[in-house]
């Protein structure tokens, strides 16, 4: 079953999910906007980076129109089966976008995701095993 909730209530997700990249990486996002669209160019699609990546800027580039990251709120509410589920999914796509805006590639992204979801798992076992 979808979840849905109101345009304000999901900017407020991807308002937490952009507030829990880590401070570090915040401070370099510059010239960044993140939306929020209803739906993407194809109804499955989470989010699109839309920009030069840093990894290819110089210093001696013009300052030119924002880089963009578009979250669109029906496939991630299609998508979830419970609102935990959507914030999980939601922080998932800000982080995933965000990895492009900082030039990685698909690749690499999923290869990061594969770690931290690893690295999520083991914690979850080691707080199992200490009760």
């Not at 990894?55 to 013009?62: A, N, Y």
């Amino acid at each position: 079953m979808a979840v849905r909730l109101s345009r304000d209530e999901f900017d407020a997700l991807v308002e937490r999910a952009v507030a829990g990249i880590p401070p570090g990486f915040r401070a370099q996002m510059a010239n960044l906007a993140i939306v929020v669209e209803t739906c993407g160019p194809e109804p499955d699609l989470l989010g699109l980076y839309e920009g030069r990546p840093l990894t290819e800027r110089s210093v001696l580039d013009p300052l030119g129109t924002p880089d963009r990251i578009r979250i669109f709120q029906r496939a991630h509410q299609e998508m979830a089966r419970s609102r935990r589920e959507l914030e999980q999914i939601v922080a998932d796509t800000v982080w995933h976008e965000v990895g492009h805006y900082f030039g990685l590639g698909e690749r690499e992204i999923h290869d990061i995701e594969a770690r931290r979801e690893r690295r999520g798992a083991l914690a979850a076992l080691r707080s199992l095993r200490r009760r």
